[in-house]
Each structure stands twice: as structure tokens, then as C-alpha cells.
């Protein structure tokens, strides 16, 4: 079965640019999507099939996809972006697969 | 935009079964555009896919859950449903409805708000 792999946490200081990781094999052969989950509320799509952001996700939210790596950028990171990030690609083995999920800290 | 809302039992026994409806509000569940998923979330841990249902009945369903787990489609109430058979307390979870996106990818665009679900005596 297909296996995708996120750091547990990462941290950032207000303003600056997050970085998160998903890891997977031959992953950028994929298409990836990545979803925010607040405390207590349902995900949220924010970046699907690697870089394109759904309608009412800011610009600051970006998406990239190559070799083992995807990654979700946050430029300018505010404080209501500390939240659990999630990715998810489809296999043809396992069918839908997520990712660990990621809590983001805003320092 | 699509709406989607759960609604079933809080609380369910051990090796009893777990059984959710969600229903589609704002939208057609008819749609080809997409399949119709069910994901959950124990507490204090990730997401995980059970499996999802085309308007047609056409079913997809996590290998893990397989044996266990039967989605079905009521298109006249706008609706699907979830069955997961034979219930321990490692099935408490959030139990989350979604739109899977399934043109050009397959992607969960719209979420239910989620219902908890304890498995308890």
C-alpha cells in the first residue's frame, strides 16, 4: 500500500514562510492535495492536484510537487494559520491515502 | 457550494453496528462530477479515508475496512449512507461526509461539519 509521510510538527515565527512536507514514493507523479484542519473544525481544501488554490484561499498558500517531495508553503504566516495540515493523493493500490498531518505553530 | 450534513447515533455498543447518513443539501448527489466519501478521525489523531460511493452505487473502500464496511446511495433524499459492522471502542472517532472530486483528480472539496461517534457499553 501507498505510504505518505509528514513531519509531525513545524514551527514559524509570524511573518515568516512555513514549509510543509509530504513524502511519498515517486510522489511527483502524483497529484497531490493538501487540506488545513483549525482545532475542533473540518478540514479544509486548500491546495488540490499540487499547486491550485480553491476560491476564498489567500495567495499566501502555494503548492509544489516533485520526485519523493510535495510541499505546502505559507508565505507570511499569520497567527489563524496554526492549524493541522494534511496531504492526500490518490493510488491505484490503496485508493485515497492521507498523510500523517502536520500541527503548525505560529511563534 | 455544496453543503453536506451527518446525522446518526452518538453512541453506539461494542459489535453492534455503526450506521450514518449524510445528506446533501445544497447540490445534486446525482452529479457525475463526483463521488461521495466517508472519513473519519479518532480523537486526537489523523484523517483517515473509509471509503467512498458514486451516484450510480459504484463502491471504493479502504482495504483496512473492507470486511467490515458498506456505503450506499439513496438519490431520491439527496443521500448516502454509512454501515461499519462489528464496532470496538478503536472505532471511536469523528466521523466526516465529503464531496470526492473525481474530475481530472480525486480530491474532498466539501466536508460535513463531522459527528462524533463513541463506542462505549
Known amino acids: 500500500s501507498y505510504e505518505l509521510t509528514q513531519s509531525l510538527s513545524v514551527s514559524v515565527a509570524l511573518g515568516q514562510t512555513a514549509r510543509i512536507t509530504c513524502g511519498g514514493n515517486?510522489?511527483?507523479?502524483?497529484?497531490v492535495h493538501w487540506y488545513q484542519q483549525r482545532p475542533g473544525q473540518a478540514p479544509v481544501l486548500v491546495i488540490h492536484r499540487d499547486t491550485n488554490r480553491p476560491s476564498g484561499i489567500p495567495e499566501r498558500f502555494s503548492g509544489s510537487n516533485s520526485g519523493n517531495t510535495a510541499t505546502l508553503t505559507i508565505s507570511r504566516a499569520q497567527a489563524g494559520d496554526e492549524a493541522d495540515y494534511y496531504c492526500q493523493v490518490w493510488d491505484s493500490s490503496s485508493a485515497v491515502v492521507f498523510g500523517g498531518g502536520t500541527k503548525l505553530t505560529v511563534l | 457550494q455544496l453543503q453536506l450534513q451527518e446525522s446518526g447515533p452518538g453512541l453506539v455498543k461494542p459489535s453492534e453496528t455503526l450506521s450514518l447518513t449524510c445528506t446533501v443539501s445544497v447540490g445534486s448527489i446525482s452529479s457525475t462530477n463526483y463521488n461521495w466519501g466517508w472519513i473519519r478521525q479518532p480523537p486526537g489523531k489523523g484523517l483517515e479515508w473509509i471509503g467512498s460511493?458514486?451516484?450510480?452505487?459504484?463502491?471504493n473502500y479502504n482495504p483496512s475496512l473492507k470486511r467490515r464496511v458498506t456505503i450506499s446511495v439513496d438519490t431520491s433524499k439527496n443521500q448516502f449512507s454509512l454501515n461499519l459492522r462489528s464496532v470496538t471502542a478503536a472505532d471511536t472517532a469523528v466521523y466526516y461526509c465529503?464531496?470526492?472530486?473525481?474530475?481530472?483528480?480525486?480530491?474532498?472539496?466539501?466536508w460535513g461539519q463531522g459527528t462524533l461517534v463513541t463506542v462505549s457499553s
Open positions: 515517486n510522489i511527483g507523479s502524483k497529484n
Open positions: 460511493i458514486y451516484y450510480s452505487g459504484s463502491t
Open positions: 465529503a464531496s470526492e472530486a473525481i474530475v481530472a483528480a480525486t480530491f474532498f472539496d466539501y
